[in-house]
Nanobody, 124 residues
Framework: VQLQASGGGLVQAGGSLRLSCAAS????????MGWFRQASGHEREFVGA????????SYEDSVNGRFTISRDNAKNLVYLQMTSLEPEDTAVYYC??????????????????WGQGTLVTVSS
């Protein structure tokens, strides 16, 4: 599976942005998908995840209620809708895919495939 994240850019605090992640291959619907971010000088951290069917989602506490993950299995796409953005959300955002792992481990970094990242900058 190859992943390509896009949609990053510069946005003012309080604004919104939607990231997309396009996946190659015909087995996209078999993968849980995750979003992670890495700010300069910090470790990569979990943002959220969505199960392979889209029936379950999980979010990191600081983004819960502001960010929403969705997916379109027919188009091999997963989205990260970000609202009420804060300067602390500035980071490179990565999408990732994993298969055949327990859902409760979705917030870990145990993913099989990673995209290249897209930069989100939130100005104050």
């Amino acid at each position: 599976v190859q992943l390509q994240a896009s949609g990053g850019g510069l946005v003012q605090a309080g604004g919104s942005l939607r990231l997309s992640c396009a996946a190659s291959g015909r087995t996209f619907s078999r993968y849980d998908m995750g979003w992670f971010r890495q700010a300069s000088g910090h470790e990569r951290e979990f943002v959220g995840a969505i199960s392979k069917s889209g029936s379950k989602t999980s979010y990191e506490d600081s983004v819960n209620g502001r960010f929403t993950i969705s997916r379109d299995n027919a188009k091999n796409l997963v989205y990260l809708q970000m609202t009420s953005l804060e300067p602390e959300d500035t980071a490179v955002y990565y999408c990732a895919a994993r298969r055949d792992k327990p859902w409760f481990t979705a917030p870990s970094t145990d993913y099989d495939y990673w995209g290249q990242g897209t930069l989100v900058t939130v100005s104050s």
